[in-house]
């Protein structure tokens, strides 16, 4: 197959090499490049921040919007492209009326080129990705999640990493039908670059300046593990708002915070495992407390640490012994951990999945064992955002092998996506808890019924929102566990609230 990549020689980034060589990856393919005969350069402002950012941050890695000459494309330059079978074309604004060659061209918010980008990064909000597809009509690809607004760099390696997804998929015929009922009314023409871009070093700023002096006033927000006893009978699918004074929260020294709760019970006791992480490292660990039958809890203490950071827990019993799935992006895979001796003696027994995975959550469903999971792109070009992205994995043990969907990412959503505790059935269907972060990191949750799910599908339906009503100050939750316990439901949860609330409410061992 051969497949023409037309660009813009005035905005030429790292990025668009990244899919040129996952592109030539596959078998049988060629990949070609040529340049539109229109240049529209990038707008000044933005290259400015962009130039400005990348002087004051120097991250390491290869960075998507690095700028390039046209001579990094020497070894794939083709003046003609009529011969091709497929065309991506990434400087056009529209796709021609009668194109002779299948085309490809990404959309922002329903808007072709960068303009349309830039403009809705520059307001701090992720555009709605689609690829036009002059055979096969508009396709959606999802709504990514912009993890930090301030920065105009970072947020935008995110979105075009589900470009690169988006494109690779469409190109490679496996993208959703373009009947998904998820497609929005894009409506006029996003605007232009007039707003925001002057003002955005200075909210940078503003916002550095309000976060230090939340910290000299003990008011800037934390993240908190809380639990509550739930009565026999409630609905587990109910949403709406929760109240703060309804939970007993995990008290701490102030020198950590405790977030990602996962419950596992023994006799008349429930052991809550959680990340903790001490300011002074930085590097979360995986710590456990108890829940007495009487109401009142044990200090944390730690279980498991490794050379990386670890999170979310995810405790589980199976075939006869007590498992751990923790977080361990940083290490490159996701290991499977044993109890040697539960609940503080932990061993690595297996590298399950080798790719940086976050929130692996296993469940089973059709006689196999799955695991939900986020990822940040495919090889070469993981710049995504943590949240938004959708991945999973199948096997018959959980030693493996374990093998990738095959239409991974299943699902790019910000509101949607991302685990946020383990898989339930209810009623005979199986329902995920997710993280809603489309306001931000962890500031809701929904329950999702998964509707379809088989080796070349996954689709689900989200059912309920919770969340902390308006003006209380606290945000979350961003995990949810529960299990039976005593005639009820014990129910823990994370969330992120301002220290002097959280000093309000009732706290650790007390009943």
């Not at 307001?123 to 690809?141: E, K, N, Q, Y």
């Not at 996962?262 to 495992?273: E, K, S």
């Amino acid at each position: 197959m051969h497949i023409a990549l037309i660009l813009d020689a005035s905005r030429l980034w790292r990025w668009h090499l990244t899919l040129i060589d996952l592109l030539s990856a596959r078998a049988d393919t060629r990949v070609t490049v040529a340049f539109s005969p229109v240049q529209r350069p990038l707008d000044p402002a933005v290259g400015l921040v962009l130039m400005l950012e990348a002087s004051i941050t120097r991250r390491a890695g290869v960075q998507p919007f690095e700028v390039l000459r046209p001579a990094a494309f020497d070894r794939w330059y083709h003046e003609a492209h009529d011969a091709c079978d497929l065309v991506i074309d990434l400087a056009a604004l529209e796709l021609d009326d009668n194109p002779r060659t299948r085309t490809l061209v990404p959309l922002y918010n329903g808007v072709a080129g960068g303009s349309a980008f830039w403009s809705a990064i520059l307001d701090g909000t992720a555009p709605f990705l689609s690829v036009l597809d002059s055979i096969h009509g508009v396709i959606a690809v999802g709504q990514p999640a912009i993890e930090a607004p301030h920065a105009l760099g970072l947020s935008a390696g995110g979105v075009v990493t589900r470009v690169i997804s988006g494109l690779l998929a469409a190109s490679a015929g496996s993208a959703p039908a373009s009947t998904t009922p998820f497609l929005p009314d894009f409506g006029a023409r996003a605007p232009g670059l007039t707003m925001a871009a002057a003002n955005l070093l200075g909210r940078k700023v503003t916002s550095k300046a309000r976060r230090f002096l939340d910290r000299q006033l003990a008011s800037a927000p934390q993240w908190a593990t809380a639990w509550r006893m739930r009565k026999a009978g409630f609905d587990p699918l109910a949403g709406g708002d929760l109240s703060l004074s309804d939970f007993k929260v995990l008290a701490d020294d102030g020198q950590r915070f405790f977030a990602d709760p996962f419950l596992f019970a023994q006799g008349d006791d429930i052991d809550v495992f959680v990340e903790e992480l001490p300011y002074a490292t930085g590097r979360g660990i995986i710590s456990v407390f108890t829940v007495r039958a009487d109401g009142t809890a044990t200090p944390p203490r730690p279980v498991l640490e490794a050379p990386h950071h670890l999170s979310y827990p995810h405790v589980f019993s199976r075939d006869g012994a007590i498992w751990m799935l923790p977080e361990g992006h940083a290490s490159g895979g996701l290991t499977l951990y044993r109890a040697a001796r539960y609940p503080d003696q932990w061993e690595a027994v297996a590298r399950i999945i080798d790719e940086p995975v976050h929130d692996a959550t296993l469940f089973e469903h059709g006689g196999r064992l799955w695991i939900a999971a986020n990822t940040e792109g495919p090889a070469g070009a993981r710049w995504g955002s943590s949240w938004d992205s959708l991945s999973l994995f199948s096997a018959q043990t959980l030693f493996g092998p374990w093998t990738p969907h095959g239409g991974n990412p299943v699902l790019i959503d910000a509101g949607s996506a991302r685990p946020a505790g383990a898989v339930f059935s209810h009623e005979g269907s199986l329902y995920r808890s997710v993280q809603d972060c489309r306001g931000g990191y962890g500031v809701a949750l929904g329950i999702a019924k998964i509707t379809r799910l088989d080796d070349g599908n996954f689709a689900q339906q989200v059912v309920s929102r919770l969340s902390f009503a308006a003006g209380t100050g606290a945000a979350g939750p961003h995990t949810l566990s529960r299990i039976d316990y005593s005639g009820g439901t014990f129910e823990a949860i994370d969330l992120f609230a301002p220290a002097r609330q959280l000093a309000t409410v009732g706290r650790g061992n007390q009943v």
